[in-house]
């Protein structure tokens, strides 16, 4: 218990709060000054004590709204809310907040110490309800303060999942407030009352097995201890603090429900270190067998190795579930159980021909080198036809879907209640969507009809925004959330101050000559790319003109999904306005948003209003709009090391390929969009950068371009959702150009599955409007992998299933341009034998004969490895083909 010292100037607070100076108390809280409150509650009266809890509500109301409070200040409004609020309830309604930062245990030393010397019984409860509140965003140092008061009054622990994950947080991030030698994490278990509560829980919350395999760095990064809490956890049950059969049971009861691949690796890795006997194998078999036969590769090799150990596994058992491990597609996987079942058949030999019929179901597999392993198996073991003759192919090129066209955009937002409730679903999500434009409209048609009504219906909603929605991206320019929060404050109250931050921000994005007919941007960040600039510009000319009387709506506002927008409607909107002059970056945005290549007929109807704003669309309908820019795709390696421990550089890769825009010859780039040198490796743009195709639905190589960096991230980086973009630039409309063939080559090559996926829809989508490059896509993937910049051991998948999509010809010319890089490459890539076998099925179901450089000197070479023995596959189907 935290012993409550006076300290210099208590007893003069304390009179003063005796007889009303609340103010001075709230100083405190501001400053941080939490030992200080406490000493000053001493001895106070609960009467005076309720005058101040009053007070202190109203107070801490209308500073909640933009205050972030700290550890500091936190822990001093927890000590002043403790020692004057009469309820948990009204306790946890405040200190339940997220954004109220504590000083884990030390906060809780000295509330214990105000509710102690106040005689407050309800710290149990309190400490019940803010763990009722506990979300995603709350930090570990919330659960050490709550955690501290349940231990010191011996109460249980939650047991909810956010609780259980910031159990877990809080053994690999230490009490930062009590600072000393690393305790390793079986220590902290062994001295924990909450383990066996907690323990069990582990095998039941979804998703926390990724956060159970952390290591303990105790002096740097090489003296450290990986899977310090499974290593922990299996040396207590030697102690006999853990039951073993708990931990076995456990994880295969995990193993069996199921989880993301990398939140099982922690449960894989856990019977791993505790290495089950045989006994203890045995006991579970029926789980180990259900484990081979659905559970993923890593678990079910996990599941094949422990069964091959047992000396009386019925060879019933082992045979039935044969039949379904045959039929995995996972190579490796079906390899040791062929393997297996050869040494069965040997050591039954008067059930050999039984085991062989089974060793038949993998003549069927997808993979050769499997089906001929197979073959030869059952061959040996006494069956005359292993599997069934091939069945004839038809060549045949690709059968893809026609591609369905972008829908039309929905209808303006024309009701107050119906955007307050569109702001609503986009504030409750981490960034801006594809509705972000017809929500600007609505704001800036019903503001200009309806000032006040959208003020009174906007403003609560903006006050319970998502977290994620900040109002200050002064330190990153890239992020739009701020600003479109800030035009929907603007809305509800436009303040001189926020008008005044919407002109400067202006000035900043654009030079204006007024004898010229549109602005020039500012290139002065080199971390805002074009496109974003033109978003930030617009959006400050929307907050600077929120509420110009008789404004039908915003000129830029697209007709499609896909962001283009009809150029008669434009037209339409311009003669709507009458003697109203558009705003300028408006009027520039829909521009963008117009078809390229030339459209006469809505440049006469243009030129027809007889005014300035409809002379420069027809004279941009007439000239096809923005030119296609010039490419070159450029090799851009990190900088150079600044320290010892450089994180930033320590993340980037060590080379990446990316795309320079310059404008054509003649043109002059006076908007900056087709001037864009690649971006350095370590930026990383966030996810307002979706919102680019829409921007540019004309451009979808420019457009590729800029989010090129995004996008080779996933692979280079293990970053995830960033190809994301690639279906939207699927939607749109021009030449891709070498950045799209870049984009599509590292999207094939991403860490995350679901990147991979949406790089598999993008190709198919281009594919079936005949828009994809698949020999410029193959040539960039071939350099990528071979330059090691990307592994090729990932791509395989994704094309695999794009062939059996209906893309088999697409598949084949793409390997056929990629093969020569490969096969060339100095060493021998990972996955390079299975890429050859889905080229010799493509180039086989497709019936179109391609040269491969460099395909016939592999092919030539003596051995047998796989490498060579898929090459002569290929080789000899394309002189057959």
Request: hydrophobic letters at 45%.
């Amino acid at each position: 218990m935290t012993r409550v010292e006076f300290l210099p100037g208590t007893a003069r607070r304390q009179q003063e709060l005796a007889v009303g100076g609340t103010s001075d108390l709230f100083d405190l809280v501001s400053k941080g000054h939490a030992d200080v409150i406490a000493a000053a509650l001493v001895g106070l009266s609960e009467q005076r004590r309720r005058e101040i809890a009053g007070e202190l509500t109203v107070w801490f109301k209308r500073r909640d709204r933009d205050t972030w409070w700290n550890d500091g200040t936190g822990t001093a409004l927890a000590v002043l809310v403790v020692g004057c609020l009469p309820t948990a309830a009204q306790a946890a309604a405040i200190l339940g907040r997220d954004s109220i930062a504590l000083a884990g245990r030390r906060a809780a030393e000295l509330v214990r110490g105000v509710a102690q010397e106040r005689g407050v019984d309800w710290l149990v409860d309190l400490a019940y309800r803010m763990a009722a509140r506990f979300s995603q965003q709350s930090w570990t140092d919330r659960w050490q303060f709550v955690a501290a008061l349940l231990r010191a009054e011996g109460a249980a622990p939650p047991t909810d999942d956010r609780s259980v994950q910031l159990w877990l947080n809080a053994l690999q991030i230490p009490d930062r407030y009590h600072r000393g030698r690393p305790v390793p994490v079986v220590e902290l278990l062994r001295g924990d009352p909450f383990l066996p509560v907690m323990l069990p829980r582990l095998f039941e919350v979804d998703g926390i097995g990724s956060q159970m395999m952390f290591a303990v760095v105790y002096r740097n990064w090489e003296n450290r201890e990986r899977h310090a809490l499974l290593t922990a956890l299996v040396r207590l049950t030697g102690e006999q603090l853990v039951d073993r059969a708990l931990l076995i049971d456990g994880a295969i009861g995990r193993l069996l429900r199921g989880d993301r691949p990398g939140a099982l690796r922690a449960f894989t890795t856990l019977l791993d270190l505790l290495q089950p006997s045989a006994a203890e194998v045995t006991a579970r078999r029926g789980d180990y067998l259900r484990l081979l036969t659905d559970a993923p590769a890593p678990v079910a090799t996990l599941a094949q190795k422990a069964l091959r150990e047992l000396p009386d596994l019925p060879v019933e058992s082992l045979l039935d579930t044969s039949r379904q491990v045959l039929g995995r597609p996972e190579k490796t996987l079906v390899r040791a159980q062929l393997a297996w079942l050869d040494r069965l058949a040997r050591q039954h030999r008067d059930r050999a021909a039984e085991i062989a019929e089974v060793i038949a179901v993998a003549a069927e597999h997808p993979a050769i080198e499997v089906r001929d392993r197979a073959g030869v198996l059952a061959a040996r073991h006494g069956l005359d036809q292993p599997r069934p003759a091939p069945a004839v192919v038809e060549p045949r090129g690709d059968d893809l879907p026609a591609p369905t066209p972008p829908a039309p955009a929905l209808p303006p937002i024309t009701d107050v209640d119906e955007l307050t409730e569109e702001v609503a679903a986009l504030l409750g999500n981490p960034s801006p969507g594809v509705g972000l434009e017809r929500i600007l409209d609505g704001v800036v048609r019903l503001a200009a009809r309806d000032g006040s009504g959208v003020a009174d219906a906007l403003g609560p909603v903006v006050e319970r925004r998502h977290w994620s929605w900040s109002d200050d991206d002064a330190d990153d320019p890239r992020c739009l959330c701020g600003l479109v929060v800030g035009v929907f404050r603007t809305a509800a109250e436009r303040h001189p101050r926020r008008l005044s931050r919407w002109e400067a921000l202006l000035a900043t994005v654009r030079r204006f000559d007024p004898a010229r007919p549109g602005p020039e941007p500012v290139s002065d960040d080199p971390r805002v790319p074009g496109p974003h600039r033109l978003m930030r510009a617009r959006l400050a000319e929307i907050g600077l003109r929120l509420g110009d009387p008789g404004l039908p709506g915003l000129l830029a506002t697209p007709t499609s999904t896909n962001g283009s927008l009809d150029p008669f409607v434009l037209v339409d909107r311009v003669a709507a306005l009458g003697d109203q002059r558009p705003w300028t970056w408006d009027l520039h945005q829909a521009l963008l948003r117009l078809p390229t290549g030339g459209d006469e007929a809505a440049a006469g109807k243009a030129a027809a209003l007889g005014t300035p704003t409809g002379d420069r669309i027809a004279a941009w309908l007439r000239e096809g709009g923005l030119p296609q820019p010039v490419m070159r795709a450029s090799l851009i390696g990190r900088r150079s090391r600044r320290s010892d421990f450089d994180w930033e550089y320590l993340q980037m890769p060590a080379q990446r390929i990316l795309v320079e825009l310059r404008p054509p010859d003649g043109y002059q780039d006076r908007f900056g969009l087709l001037t864009a040198d690649p971006a350095p490796l370590a930026v990383d743009y966030c996810d307002c950068a979706r919102i680019w195709p829409s921007l540019l639905p004309g451009h979808r190589g420019v457009t590729a371009a800029y989010l090129l960096p995004m996008v080779a991230s996933t692979a280079d980086r293990d970053g995830s959702d960033g190809t994301a973009v690639l279906p939207l630039l699927a939607e749109a409309t021009g030449p891709g150009g070498i950045a799209l063939d870049l984009a599509v080559a590292y999207g094939l090559g991403a860490r995350h599955a679901a990147d991979r996926i949406a790089t598999l829809d993008a190709l198919l989508s281009l594919a079936a409007s005949g828009q994809f490059d698949p020999a410029g896509t193959g040539e960039q993937l071939g350099q990528l992998a071979a330059g090691q910049l990307v592994k090729l051991s990932r791509v395989v998948e994704p094309l695999r299933d794009a062939a059996q999509a209906g893309a088999p010809l697409t598949v084949w010319r793409l390997l056929a341009a990629a093969l020569p890089a490969l096969l060339g490459a100095p060493a021998t890539l990972r996955g390079l034998p299975d890429l050859l076998t889905l080229a010799t099925g493509t180039a086989t179901a497709s019936g179109v004969r391609i040269e491969v450089p460099g395909l016939a000197e592999v092919a030539g070479r003596g051995g047998s490895s796989r490498l060579v023995t898929e090459a002569r596959r290929l080789h000899g189907a394309l002189r057959t083909g």
